[in-house]
């Protein structure tokens, strides 16, 4: 069964400071894997998209790295601030049809004073 | 800001009665995507469409759920005779390309359906 896991849950850290997200998945055969920003009450936003060949996506002060090998991926947000408080979503595409993508459940990012 | 749209943002059904949900791509996209977000948990794929075709409903329960998009107009989710078991935010998203191309999928800012 295709599963996406992210930790942590959920994260508070001060603005300024860096962090870095986790995701494992278990998804086949893999086609790509998505990073989503997504506000309360709102829908979701693309950050980046990583291919299999590809290990390394920046997008601003957020860059996304992919092991296909040990099937992990990070994301890693860099002197943060009070706007980046939101739901990051893990989103990993099987080859096939829309119905191949598997959503992670996120990880909610508070960023505080 | 052509985003992709949906009406309502809310709207709230009694049980037994039926929900229309709108939604109108980005200019230029002919894929369309709903899906279904529980409290506390992922998106859930339903259904992909392109221009008056369903490609794949393999994630829409097979009674009381039907989408359609037609050749004029928004991708329409209908969903007849509601339970409190569909009370859920429905998100539709559209792409230029096939559903799991290098595309991304460009998302509304849902339909938050609640059922009394």
């Known amino acids: 069964k295709n599963q996406v896991e992210q930790s942590p849950q959920s994260l508070i850290i001060l603005e300024g400071k860096n962090c870095t997200l986790q995701c494992n998945y278990t998804v086949s055969p893999f086609s790509n894997l998505r990073w989503y920003k997504q506000d309360t009450g709102r829908g979701p936003v693309s950050l980046t998209i990583?291919?299999?060949?590809?290990n390394t996506k920046s997008n601003g002060r957020y860059t996304a790295t992919l092991d296909a090998d040990t099937k992990q991926s990070s994301l890693h947000i860099t002197a943060s601030q009070l706007s980046d408080s939101a739901s990051y979503i893990c989103?990993?595409?099987?080859?096939?049809?829309?119905?191949?993508?598997?959503f992670g459940t996120g990880t909610r990012l508070q960023v505080t004073l | 800001n052509a985003g992709v749209m949906q009406n309502p943002r809310h709207l709230v059904r009694r049980r037994g009665q039926e929900a229309r949900l709108r939604c109108s791509p980005m200019k230029g996209h002919s894929h369309v995507y709903w899906y279904r977000q529980l409290p506390e948990e992922g998106l859930k794929f339903m259904v992909y469409l392109q221009k008056e075709n369903i490609i794949d409903e393999s994630g829409m329960p097979k009674e009381r759920f039907s989408a359609e998009f037609p050749k004029e107009g928004p991708s329409i989710l209908r969903i007849q005779q509601v339970v409190r078991g569909d009370s859920a935010a429905y998100f539709c998203?559209?792409?230029?390309?096939?559903?799991?191309?290098?595309?991304?999928?460009?998302f509304g800012d849902g339909t938050r359906l609640s059922i009394l």
């Open positions: 998203a559209s792409s230029l390309d096939r559903g799991t191309s290098n595309q991304p999928q460009h």
């Open positions: 990583m291919t299999f060949s590809e």
């Open positions: 989103v990993v595409s099987a080859s096939g049809t829309a119905s191949k993508l598997t």
